[in-house]
């Protein structure tokens, strides 16, 4: 199917002029699955401005973190990225490994990576189940999580825990997966594979859903980009940067991927380049899984005791390609075992602020599906 | 890590003021009054992303700076410029973070602000959002410089230092006042035996 043009509906104001309408959406909302307040201004069923507000879920993490030991202060950044927690412990970490020049022994670094790909896949099926939702479809969140229940058990076979691992440490990976990790994931990737084609099947080639995606919620490449938007927002606008690929990070700089990239930088192209990632996240897992059964689990010459650990004096920016965009931490510290000061940069703080532009000239509803293609974190953005 | 010929390239741009290190790609510039000359000058010379900006308290009026920019045809390539800002003693800003009513940054005329940075790179406006609402660093030429998370009714910064939350004292005095009345229990009940 070819798109021609944007669905954007040019604002005029008619001879006849009515009060504009200032609708408060959220903080409790069903189509919002985290508290946020949107202040959409509309002109009939035209949305004309959107005034996010945020802050319902601050919970005081960068001012926490500074009372922390390291070890707790990963468990608190995760808590602010839930849905793939294991991207702060990463970070976190690398950011530790970077200030004190400490060396990854190889197959920890594969099953990083493995991690890393599979919290990928975890959110991104969240994220289907709740875009199915906003755009009134009920199927794909009972398969969806159908799906991530099964992850979640891999993950938990790995680590002990299901959504905030602390697996990752400096140095390493706290602990060996279990003997027959490798064959749980191949039969999930198999099987996964299959329910790939089954949602393409039954979803992205719906007439319904195109209709619903297709030329809403465009948004331009230099916008996008002069915007701070990063991750599938920035390549569904056609730009393909990926960190894992651009700055490669664990083991990506040894694998050959692939960056998928929308065209028009709508809804549908948001959802399909994450759908692709899917399928590249497989790829990555069944690559990493040749390689995590032998080796060293952490360089031997780093503390084992994580919450005792003291950070030399120093400063680092690290960043990590989470399935949002780019998951950054500044980090800085004296010489102590918590940090002085630790700043998260946010995706979805970015996207966020998108929406006025994204969802301006479109119908009221629009809103919810163009919100559910940006995949907001609200724990990263309150913090 | 910054290539070589880059960073030959903002060393010739840049001057004497910013100590880069490539092998790092940190930069540290010395004299924050060429603050926007050698933002404007990163950017032509391709840094036109900006990623991340923030603050540390470092105590007093004093804070640190981190800008974390890319390059834009290269994106391989990451800078991150550290400088050091003092807010002078007495002009902080009241904690001004702009309730529902509020469209507008406050005047700050006469006052010590930072220079903003969001006419070079528009991304900058959330991030200095974030830092006037967290450190007070009230930045001149934000279009919107007003609070983002916080509740606009507390007091004070809470990234400063010196920012202790009214919670936090009243739990502080609710656990001495527990001991204390625990301490004058036990000896009541010793006058008893």
């Known amino acids: 199917m070819t798109r021609s043009s944007d669905r954007r509906v040019e604002i005029r104001r008619d001879p006849l002029l009515t009060e504009k309408l200032v609708y408060s959406v959220g903080p409790q909302h069903p189509s919002l699955p985290s508290p946020l307040e949107l202040r959409v201004q509309a002109d009939g069923e035209l949305i004309e401005r959107i005034t996010p507000e945020v802050g319902f879920m601050h919970r005081g993490v960068e001012q926490l973190v500074t009372q922390r030991n390291y070890a707790q202060a990963a468990g ?3 808590r602010c990225e839930w849905l793939a927690g294991s991207n702060a412990d990463w970070l ?10 400490i060396t990854i022994p190889a197959r920890a670094q594969w099953l990083r990576t493995l991690v890393l790909e599979l ?18 479809a009920y199927t794909p969140i009972f398969i969806s999580l159908r799906e991530r229940e099964m992850l979640l058990d891999l993950l938990e076979m790995l680590s002990g825990h299901r959504h905030h691992h602390g697996w990752i440490v400096p140095g390493g990976v706290r602990t060996a997966p279990p003997e027959d990790f490798s064959g749980h994931v191949r039969a999930f990737c198999l099987w996964f594979q299959g329910r790939l084609d089954e949602y393409e099947d039954f979803f992205s080639d719906n007439a319904i859903w195109i209709n619903r995606s297709e030329l809403i919620g465009t948004l331009e490449p230099e916008f996008a980009f002069e915007h701070g938007a990063t991750g599938p927002v920035l390549r569904g606008s056609g730009i393909a940067h990926d960190l894992r690929r651009d700055q490669p990070y664990a083991m990506y700089g040894e694998l050959d991927l692939h960056v998928p990239t929308g065209e028009y930088g709508d809804v549908l192209d948001r959802y399909r380049v994450r759908f692709v990632e899917m399928r590249e996240s497989l790829r990555i897992i069944e690559h990493c899984l040749a390689y995590i059964d032998n080796g060293e689990l952490r360089n031997a010459e780093v503390n084992p005791d994580f919450a005792q650990m003291a950070v030399s004096r120093g400063e680092v920016y690290t960043a990590v390609e989470s399935p949002r965009g780019e998951l950054g931490l500044t980090l800085v510290s004296d010489g102590t075992n918590r940090p002085n000061r630790m700043h998260l940069r946010a995706p979805s703080l970015y996207h966020l602020f998108l929406l006025d532009e994204l969802c301006r000239g479109y119908l009221l509803a629009d809103l919810f599906v163009i919100y559910g293609s940006l995949d907001i974190m609200i724990g990263e953005v309150d913090k | 890590m910054l290539p070589d010929e880059l960073a030959g390239q903002i060393r010739e741009d840049c001057g004497d003021v910013l100590l880069l290190d490539p092998a790092r790609g940190w930069a540290i510039l010395t004299d924050s009054g060429q603050l926007q000359l050698v933002c404007r000058q990163l950017k032509n010379i391709g840094f036109i992303r900006a990623l991340n900006m923030t603050a540390n308290h470092l105590g007093g009026p004093d804070f640190h700076l981190y800008l974390t920019l890319r390059h834009g045809r290269r994106h ?10 003092t807010l002078l003693e007495g002009n902080a800003p009241a904690a001004d973070r702009g309730g529902e009513d509020t469209e507008a940054a406050p005047a700050y005329a006469g006052q010590s602000v930072h220079p903003s940075l969001s006419l070079i790179w528009r991304a900058t406006e959330l991030m200095e959002r974030e830092i006037f609402e967290f450190f007070g660093i009230p930045f ?3 279009p919107n410089l007003i609070g983002l998370i916080l509740d606009p009714q507390l007091q004070g910064f809470p990234l400063r230092r010196e920012f202790r939350a009214a919670s936090h004292e009243n739990y502080a005095e609710n656990v001495l006042k527990q001991r204390a009345d625990a301490a004058m229990r036990e000896v009541l009940d010793d006058a008893q035996l």
Do not use: C, M, P
């Not at chain 1, 970490?93 to 020049?101: H, S, V």
């Not at chain 1, 919290?119 to 906003?134: D, P, Q």
């Not at chain 2, 391989?76 to 800002?85: A, E, G, N, R």
């Open chain 2, 140 to 142: 001149a030429g934000n």
């Open chain 1, 119 to 136: 919290s990928r896949i975890g959110n991104h099926l969240f994220w289907f189940g709740n875009l199915g939702l906003e755009a009134g």
């Open chain 1, 76 to 78: 608190l950044l995760s």
């Open chain 1, 92 to 101: 976190v970490a690398d950011a530790i490994e970077r200030i004190e020049g």
């Open chain 2, 76 to 85: 391989d390539v990451s800078l991150t410029l550290k400088w050091k800002f």
